[in-house]
């Protein structure tokens, strides 16, 4: 098999055909890179989730002498009887495995902590209106029920809030982010893969008398097909490079942007950029080469 007329013949392809092999490139480019954005969105939410399972806790929040809720008016706030009544009956629970108390100075460090980029809001908030709470480490995550239903209504409690709740909201809204643009990403890929069978028909139409002349001297199907395969092959590893630099686009100035947000070695790194980028390369590239060889086979009759 002569290496020169292959690639001869590949060049001939991609410049017959270079309108429809710029489409080509250009699908699979947005297909891949839509694709990559959910995938790195997946990971992200992975991280995330892994972060936080360790982490979540309940938060029971104490009556202030100001406090809104209903539990908490004509109160007067919570007393130190009450306060230390309710430290012994969450430590008595056996679903709690620690409980740590949080006073309002404390509470207002880490609301800093928290919010510090936004110094007006930071600013608007004062050491007195944070409130009081017991933070309640489970031993089990997922078995929150009934310390929820114990703790509610106790004297003294204002509020009582379970993190995994809040933070399953804003999984939820990820993974519908997510799958969004997975999508339409396989929308894409679907019509990346229609046009690279289209223009490997046109390409094999246009070269009908190359090949006749070459099944007539006895070449073989893959001798003949190669060409075809390979402008394919080299349309989607293109469009996979294109896809590449989007991904990497997206990492600095939206996955990065985002990882101020979150907490610790949560957000998405350069190891996960990479294993993406190399995934939706090799699904651009095989996609190409399997399109290109099914179209072959049904429309190519020499």
């Known amino acids: 098999m002569r290496a020169n007329f292959i690639f001869s013949e590949v060049w001939i392809g991609l410049r017959r055909n270079l309108t429809m092999t710029i489409a080509?490139?250009?699908t699979v480019a947005i297909g891949m890179a839509l694709l990559g954005v959910g995938l790195m969105i997946n990971a992200q939410v992975s991280n995330m989730k892994n972060f936080w399972a360790d982490k979540v806790e309940i938060?029971?929040?104490l009556c202030s002498k100001d406090s809104p809720f209903e539990a908490c008016k004509n109160s007067g706030g919570v007393t130190a009887q009450e306060r230390e009544a309710l430290r012994g009956q969450i430590k008595q629970l056996p679903e709690v495995h620690d409980v740590f108390y949080e006073n309002a100075a404390a509470a207002y460090e880490n609301f800093k902590l928290q919010y510090g980029a936004d110094s007006v809001l930071v600013n608007a908030v004062k050491?007195?209106?944070m409130p009081e709470s017991f933070r309640v480490k489970l031993k089990d995550p997922e078995n929150y029920g009934t310390i929820?239903?114990?703790l509610k209504g106790q004297p003294g409690v204002s509020n009582v809030v379970n993190q995994k709740e809040i933070l399953e909201q804003f999984f939820g809204l990820l993974e519908r982010l997510r799958w969004a643009a997975l999508a339409v990403a396989f929308?894409?890929?679907?019509?990346a893969i229609l046009l690279i069978g289209n223009t490997v028909r046109l390409s094999a139409y246009n070269r009908r008398r190359e090949t006749g002349i070459m099944r007539l001297v006895g070449a073989s199907n893959l001798y003949i097909q190669l060409p075809f395969v390979m402008e394919g092959m080299i349309a989607?590893?293109?469009?996979?490079v294109v896809a590449a630099s989007m991904l990497i686009v997206a990492k600095v100035f939206l996955f990065e942007s985002l990882a101020q947000y979150l907490p610790g070695n949560s957000a998405l790194g350069w190891d996960d950029v990479a294993s993406v980028i190399l995934l939706t390369m090799g699904v651009g590239v095989i996609i190409c080469v399997l399109a290109s060889f099914v179209t072959l086979r049904r429309y190519l009759r020499v």
């Open 148 to 150: 929820i239903e114990t």
């Open 127 to 129: 050491v007195e209106d």
């Open 236 to 240: 989607g590893l293109v469009g996979g």
């Open 59 to 61: 938060s029971v929040f």
């Open 187 to 191: 929308i894409l890929v679907f019509a």
């Open 24 to 26: 080509v490139v250009v």
